[in-house]
């Protein structure tokens, strides 16, 4: 049956590269987010993140 209402997935991540690799090879990635205390490491995964 098809969700109605907002839905959240989570993953947590240890390596960056394949932190990317996922969020980007999903056919469904309307938005992302990322949670870290490192701000120079989120903006770095930020960036690599695809959007069409």
């Not at 959240?8 to 240890?14: E, K, L, N, P, R």
């Not at 590269?17 to 090879?25: E, G, H, L, P, Q």
């Amino acid at each position: 049956e098809e969700i109605f209402g907002p839905l959240a997935a989570y993953v947590i991540m240890q390596n960056d590269d394949k932190t990317v690799k996922i969020a980007n090879s999903t056919g469904y990635g309307l938005s992302a987010t990322s949670f870290t205390k490192n701000v120079r490491k989120r903006l770095a995964i930020t960036k690599r993140l695809e959007s069409e």
